[in-house]
């Protein structure tokens, strides 16, 4: 009996584990979303910025009000993100300067979540398959602090 329900048990998380495997293609997905995000800003590509996000996206920074001392959170849109990238975004940061590293924390079913460092500040993204494809959802933001 013991058997047969450890062999149940064996059978039932290899369908739930392959069930939320992914597929190299999908780690690929989500690095070029989080590079459309990312280098799209330091090139000031509206267009490659606007792909990687979804409309709803909330782009969010906790920030310390340097008169009060409290803390607020300060929050853009995908339409304010995309509009800085259309004004310039990093485009006066010098290539040699553009600090980058991108890891992937995490990807289970339809989600993921990254973490990306540029030149000043570092970025958790969360991303959602979202009709065949990798959007931005969420970003929770600051700045490098050295």
């Not at 069930?19 to 690095?31: F, G, N, P, R, V």
């Not at 409309?55 to 009060?68: G, H, Y």
């Not at 969360?126 to 959007?135: I, P, S, T």
Request: glycine share 6%; hydrophobic share 40%.
């Amino acid at each position: 009996m013991k058997k047969t329900i450890c062999i149940i048990f064996l059978f039932t998380m290899l369908f739930i584990s392959n069930s939320y495997s992914q597929t190299k293609e999908d780690s690929l997905a989500i690095k070029t979303t989080a590079m459309n995000y990312i280098i799209g800003f330091y090139e000031g590509n509206a267009e490659r910025m606007e792909k990687a996000l979804l409309p709803e996206l909330a782009k969010r920074i906790v920030r310390t009000d340097p008169q009060s001392g409290r803390q607020r959170l300060d929050q853009m849109s995908a339409l304010t993100l995309i509009n800085i990238t259309r004004a310039g975004g990093g485009k006066s940061i010098p290539q040699d300067q553009r600090i980058f590293e991108f890891k992937i924390l995490d990807i289970t079913g339809n989600n993921a979540s990254v973490r990306t460092v540029a030149k000043g500040f570092f970025d958790y993204i969360h991303l959602a398959k979202w009709n065949g494809e990798w959007k931005i959802v969420n970003v929770l933001w600051d700045f490098v602090k050295n």
